[in-house]
């Protein structure tokens, strides 16, 4: 596995994006990995971050932003506006505000 990115949520789960292998979560020494088969719009995930809301939101390489509701996958590409001339709809890093900010 080639990780990419990683993020530990307020949860208690560490969220790894790969170079081509999809979206890991592990928790209580269990892992999921989440791949197309599952809704991703690839498996090359490049960033990964979990929302103050619960919902945890990924960039793809050449497949936009994804967030993850807890059940289920939704990606925004440039059918929803995201698009960047120079690489198309590939999302390369994720954040969220501080709450203070």
Do not use: H
Not at 24 to 31: G, S, T, Y
Not at 56 to 76: H, K, M, P, S
Request: glycine share 12%; proline share 3%; aromatic share 10%.
């Amino acid at each position: 596995m080639q990780a990419r990115a990683f993020y530990a949520d307020p949860g208690g789960n560490l969220w790894v994006g790969t170079n081509g292998d999809g979206l890991f979560r592990l928790k209580e020494r269990k892992a999921r990995v989440f791949t197309r088969a599952d809704g991703l719009p690839n498996d090359v995930i490049m960033s990964v971050v979990a929302a103050r809301d619960g919902c945890v939101w990924a960039g793809a390489n050449c497949g936009g932003l994804i967030q993850f509701d807890g059940e289920r996958f939704r990606t925004y590409n440039e059918r929803d506006g995201l698009l960047n001339k120079t690489i198309g709809d590939a999302v390369m890093a994720v954040f969220q505000q501080p709450a203070n900010a």
